[in-house]
């Protein structure tokens, strides 16, 4: 365990992050996912086995830390958490409680693909613009 004493949430009795961490990897050991090769080589039905396991685990139940973690393997995608649909919903007008972690996910994947930009990198550049910190362009 890290000593991060952070919660999942703001919820009253959310387990620390660490904590909910340690229990994903338990959860994907216990469906034969034990390195970045067993996830990058299972079959779709196991991948989605092991996401059901992960998003079980308390304080994980939205997945943006799944999709994070598979983006962390090399498989592409859109960690859609705050900074990334406050960015969508500006960018569609909108305020950032009308926008779903789906919905923002869904837009900068549209984004990406008509672009040509691979969308990790995009996710990642959005990230840092929200965050205040500097963009780089080189992607």
Known sequence: MTNNRKPTSTSKGAPLKAA???EAAVQLREQGINSTYDLLNAAPSKIEEAKKAWISVPGQRSGITWNY???????????????????VADAIGSAPENVSPTDAATLVKAVAEKSGR???HLDHAIWRFESGRPVNQQH
Do not use: E, P
């Open 69 to 87: 973690f598979l983006m962390l393997a090399g498989i592409g995608g859109v960690k859609a958490d705050r900074m990334v649909i406050r960015f």
């Open 20 to 22: 909910a961490i340690h």
């Open 118 to 120: 691979n969308v990790t």
